[in-house]
């Protein structure tokens, strides 16, 4: 079986296969015969050397993978051998990683999936939901009179939070560069679309919300347009930041955030998938928004295992609606 290594940062031309023996998963480990595998922005940052924590050389990467499990360690006993299952993101990169035919997963990283879904759909649904779930249903901070700001609204996480904010009955407002993609973020659920390079984002988020500004940001981008994102926001709202797409140097705009006093946090996933209670109750979640139809996964790709360093390449150029995602024979 192969699996998918780098030993230095750069461009997804690092990625190497490697041939690796026989897989005995530990105590609590399950060994997956790898039929999916859907791609992260955080597993290019990753490959760069840029991720939040520090890579150790030569690594692994890949959080979500989906197959069938092959072998269970003894305290295993939630799943069994020939179950279809899923991999939650729960772990360090530097512990595991889900780019292979055959890998293991630590046990509490390791779900069934509902019937319904294929392998494909199945490796999109965890980091896309769970992220914006997290942030706005966990805390119980989403209300149905709220207006979410989506930025980098195109990605998976960006496509799953406007079904998510859709589905709680809140009003979407997908922020994207262009109009290219206006058209699809509309078919995609958006009830509104900015093109944040053409058209005056605070203007127009003023004339959604007859003035009153956004109440919630969901933001993965900072850089330089930080500050517009702030004048956009209702005073007293939130702005969750989780992730840093740009480079650019992020501004906080001192005297918006006086008058506005906008609560600003930090958020990843890992704060409910760690916690066992925690993703088992977003698990069940969005298992319901998917039985549904709330929630339905959207694939805008697909790879073979052999061509990861196209995948990735496909990955960086950003104009994806959806999910990457490659297949395993």
Do not use: C
Not at 179 to 191: H, T
Not at 281 to 295: C, M, Q, T
Request: hydrophobic share 40%; no cysteine; net charge negative.
């Amino acid at each position: 079986m192969r699996v998918i290594t780098f030993e230095r940062y750069g461009a997804p031309e690092v990625l190497q296969y490697q041939e690796v023996g026989e897989q005995v998963p530990s105590d609590n480990e399950v060994l997956i015969r790898v039929k999916a595998i859907g791609l992260n922005r955080a597993e290019s940052m990753w490959r760069h050397g840029e991720y939040v924590e520090p890579v150790n050389l030569p690594a692994r990467l890949g959080y979500e993978s989906a197959g069938i499990v092959s072998a269970v360690g003894a305290n295993v006993t939630h799943v069994s051998p020939g179950d279809a299952v899923s991999t939650i993101p729960s772990f360090s990169l530097n512990d595991y990683g889900m780019y292979g035919e055959e890998v293991l997963a630590p046990a509490h990283a390791v779900v069934k999936h509902l019937s319904s879904l294929s392998f494909a759909e199945a490796v999109s649904i965890w980091n896309p939901y769970i992220t914006p779930y997290g942030a706005l249903i966990a805390t119980g901070l989403l209300k149905a009179t709220d207006t979410v700001l989506i930025n980098a609204a195109s990605s998976s996480v960006g496509v799953g939070t406007i079904q998510m904010v859709n589905m709680m009955g809140a009003t979407s407002v997908a922020l994207t560069r262009t109009r290219e993609k206006r058209q699809q973020l509309l078919d995609a659920g958006a009830q509104y679309v900015i093109a944040t390079e053409e058209q005056d984002l605070v203007a127009e988020v003023m004339n959604i919300t007859d003035g009153q500004g956004a109440s919630i940001i969901f933001d993965p981008v900072g850089g330089a347009h930080f500050p517009q994102l702030i004048s956009a926001l209702t005073p007293g709202g939130t702005v969750f930041i989780y992730g840093a797409l740009s480079t650019d140097v992020t501004p906080l705009p001192i005297l918006d955030v006086i008058a506005k006093k906008p609560i600003i946090r930090g958020y990843n996933l890992f704060e409910i998938t760690t916690h066992p209670e925690s993703q088992k109750k977003a698990v069940e979640f969005i298992s319901r928004g998917l039985e549904s139809g709330a929630l339905k996964p959207l694939i805008e790709k697909t790879f073979k295992f052999d061509e990861m360093v196209q995948a990735h390449h496909y990955l960086e150029k950003s104009q994806h609606l959806g999910r990457i995602v490659v297949v395993v024979d």
